[in-house]
C-alpha cells in the first residue's frame, strides 16, 4: 500500500471471481469508493477484475480496462496491494492465494473450504513471506466473529465457542419445528427461497459447519485441526417425532458447530451435530436462515453475534472491513497457544435416546438395565405414544460417548426394540464462573 508522507492512504484491489460476492463487492468499491475515503480516510481503488467467462453477463458489469483473463496476471501485477479471492473450492483459489502469499502480498478471501483443507499451508506462507491473510467472511458471513476474536477477545481465555453456521439447516430446521414441515419439503422450499443451493449436501450433512468449526477452532484456542478430524453429523436422519419430543421437553433442535475446552481446559474439541438447546436460551430463538455465534470466556462471560451467514452483500461487506484491516495494517488473525487436540470420543454428555419399539410390560426396565450394565445412569425414562405407534424415550444423565455408542448398538439387537431412531446431545451449558468474575 502506497503511503506517502501527506498524501491519504491508497489501496490498489485485484478481485478474483466476480460471482455473487464478487460482484457485489465490486458494486460497493464502484459506488462507494468515495463515501468510504470520507469516513476512513482510506481510498480503495479496484484495478483488476479476473472471472472465468469473461462473456458472462454479471450482476455488476467488469469496465473492460479492468477485466483480466488470467488471474495469474492479478497475482503478479506489482501495483496491486490487495488480492481477493472469491472464486472459492480448494483447487485454483487455493493455487492463487499460495501463490500471492509467497509473493508477500495481502490476500482477503472468503473462502471456508480453503482454510478449513489448506489452513495449515496458508499460514505458513503467509508466516513465511510476512505477508498477511484475511478471512472475516469466511465464518458467518457478515457476523464479525473473527475481528471480535482476534481485537475485543484478545487476551481472553476463550472456553466456548457455539455457532449456528448455517443458514440451509437453520432455515429446514425452523420450519420442521415451526410447522412440522417434513425434511424434503423443508429442503424444498429453502432451495425456492434462494437460502439453500441445488446441491446441499455440504449443508445437510454438517460439513459446511464443520469447516467453519476448524476456523474457529484455530483462531479461538490456537490449535490447527483438520476437516477430517471434525466429528460431523448433519441433519438428514432427524425423524419427525424427535421434534415433537424435543417440543414437549422443553427444547428446540439445532444443528450447532461446538469448539470447546475439556474438563481438564487443555483439549480442544470441535464437532458438528444436531442437539437439543434448552427453549429459554438465547440460541433457540435464531430462526431461519440467520446465524448467531455465542462465545463464553473465563472472565467476559458470555457473549453472541447474530445475522445474516451468507448473502451477497452481507459478505461482501466483511470483505470490505478486512480490506479496511489491511490497509490499517492489522495483522492477520491468529491466536497462539498451548492447548492441543482432543476427541470427541473422550467427552461425555447428557443424551436423548428415542426408540422404537414393543410397548410390552417390562420393556422399560429392560432398556434402564442395559443402560445401567454399560455404566450410564439414565434421568427419565417413559413410553411416548406417536402417530399410532409406540416410542420409548429416554434422557441420560452424563454418560462418556464411547459407552453411549455401545449401548445403542447392543439396543438395537434386543427383540423388544425395532430400532434406535436418533440420540441427541444435549447442548451442554457451561460452566457458571460467575462466582470468579
Ligand atoms: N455466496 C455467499 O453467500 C457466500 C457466503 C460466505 C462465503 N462465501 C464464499 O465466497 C466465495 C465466492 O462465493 P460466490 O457465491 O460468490 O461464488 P460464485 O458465485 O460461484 O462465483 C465464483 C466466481 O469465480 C469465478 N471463477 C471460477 N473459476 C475461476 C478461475 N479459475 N479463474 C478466475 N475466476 C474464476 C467465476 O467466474 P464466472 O462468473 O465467469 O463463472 C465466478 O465469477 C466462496 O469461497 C464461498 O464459499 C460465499
Redesign the pocket.
Known amino acids: 500500500m502506497k503511503t506517502a508522507d501527506d498524501a491519504p492512504l491508497t489501496v490498489h484491489i485485484g478481485v ?8 457485489a463487492l465490486c458494486q460497493i468499491l464502484d459506488s462507494e469508493a468515495e463515501a468510504i475515503a470520507r469516513t476512513t480516510g482510506i481510498h480503495l481503488r479496484l484495478v483488476a477484475v ?5 462473456a ?1 453477463s ?1 450482476a455488476w458489469q467488469i469496465p473492460p480496462e479492468l477485466l483480466r483473463s488470467d ?1 495469474k496476471e492479478i497475482v503478479a501485477d506489482p501495483q496491486i496491494d490487495v488480492i481477493v479471492e ?4 480448494t483447487g ?2 487455493g493455487d492463487l492465494v499460495v501463490e500471492a502469499l509467497r509473493s508477500g502480498k495481502t490476500v482477503v ?6 482454510l478449513a483443507d489448506r489452513g495449515t499451508t496458508l499460514y505458513a506462507t503467509a508466516k513465511l513471506s510476512n505477508a498477511r491473510l484475511y478471512f472475516e ?2 465464518v458467518g ?1 457478515a457476523l464479525p466473529l473473527v475481528r471480535m476474536i482476534q481485537l475485543s477477545m484478545s487476551g481472553e481465555p476463550i472456553q466456548s465457542v457455539i455457532g449456528i453456521l448455517n443458514g440451509t439447516t437453520n432455515y429446514i430446521l425452523t420450519s420442521m419445528t415451526e410447522s412440522g414441515t417434513s425434511f424434503d419439503a423443508a429442503l424444498h422450499e429453502a432451495q425456492e427461497l434462494g437460502y439453500a443451493e441445488a446441491d446441499s449436501s455440504a449443508d445437510v450433512q454438517g460439513r459446511d459447519a464443520a469447516a467453519k468449526a476448524a476456523i474457529i477452532a484455530r483462531i479461538a484456542f490456537g490449535v490447527p485441526i483438520e476437516i477430517g478430524e471434525i466429528y460431523c453429523e448433519g441433519i438428514t436422519n432427524i425423524p419427525q417425532v424427535a421434534f415433537q419430543i424435543a417440543h414437549d421437553l422443553g427444547y428446540v433442535i439445532k444443528l450447532l458447530a461446538t469448539v470447546d475446552l475439556d474438563a481438564a481446559d487443555a483439549g480442544v474439541v470441535a464437532r458438528v451435530h444436531p442437539t437439543l438447546v434448552p427453549i429459554s436460551h438465547v440460541l433457540a430463538s435464531v430462526g431461519g436462515a440467520y446465524n448467531a455465534v455465542y462465545v463464553r470466556g473465563a472472565w467476559l462471560g458470555e457473549c453472541m453475534l447474530y445475522g445474516h ?4 452483500r ?2 461482501a461487506s466483511a470483505v470490505l472491513s478486512d480490506i479496511l484491516s489491511a490497509a490499517r495494517g492489522l495483522p492477520s488473525p491468529e491466536r497462539a497457544g498451548r492447548l492441543v487436540k482432543g476427541m470427541l470420543a473422550d467427552r461425555s454428555a447428557q443424551f436423548c435416546v428415542v426408540v422404537k419399539g414393543s410397548d410390552r410390560p417390562g420393556v422399560l426396565a429392560t432398556v434402564d438395565g442395559l443402560f445401567a450394565r454399560h455404566g450410564i445412569a439414565v434421568a427419565t425414562i417413559m413410553q411416548y405414544d406417536y402417530e399410532n405407534s409406540s416410542r420409548i424415550v429416554l434422557t441420560t444423565r452424563s454418560a462418556g460417548e464411547r459407552a453411549l455408542s455401545r449401548a445403542i448398538e447392543r439396543l438395537n439387537d434386543l427383540d423388544v426394540v425395532d430400532k434406535v431412531e436418533v440420540a441427541l446431545r444435549f447442548m451442554e451449558l457451561p460452566r457458571d464462573t460467575s462466582a470468579e468474575r
Not at 479476473?50 to 469473461?54: F, G, L, P, Y
Not at 472469491?86 to 473450492?89: A, C, E, K
Open positions: 478474483l471471481g466476480c460471482g455473487n460476492v464478487g460482484s479476473a472471472v472465468k467467462n469473461s458472462k454479471r488471474p472469491l472464486i472459492g473450492g485454483a483459489a478471501t472468503a473462502n471456508k473450504d480453503l467472511a469466511a458471513g451467514g451468507a448473502g451477497a452481507p459478505t
